[in-house]
Nanobody, 123 residues
């Protein structure tokens, strides 16, 4: 249905920046929201940022990243990006791209996930 390919992870020093990209393919027209999640060692996966496929491209962010991270969508390239600035060691995690699409009447929605990309913030 939908395939997601991520890129942009790596090693960066505290205070540095990274830009993650997620390219969607397949039945992309069914996607109504996309976002980025992350999972640090020993912790649960958490929502970092999301963008809604509406006229205003409504966004939402985790409190811990507000003012530092920005999610955006390039409809022409069918790509969602996460610009991460002022990175902190606690941002270290595997970051996953997510897409949501309508499902049948017995299911609220379908979730699609990228393979994950490692972000390490360390001096």
């Amino acid at each position: 249905q939908v395939q997601l390919v991520e890129s942009g992870g790596g090693l960066v020093q505290p205070g540095g920046s990274l830009r993650l990209s997620c390219v969607a393919s397949g039945n992309i027209f069914s996607i109504y929201a996309m976002g980025w999640y992350r999972q640090a060692p020993g912790k649960q996966r958490e929502l970092v940022a999301a963008i809604i496929s509406d006229a205003d491209s409504t966004t939402q962010y985790a409190d811990s990243v507000k003012g530092r991270f920005t999610i955006s969508r390039d409809n022409a390239k069918n790509t969602v990006s996460l610009q991460m600035n002022s990175l902190k060691p606690e941002d270290t995690a595997v970051y996953y791209c997510n897409a949501k699409a309508p499902a049948g009447p017995a299911e609220p929605e379908l979730d699609f996930w990228g393979q994950g990309t490692q972000v390490t913030v360390s001096s």
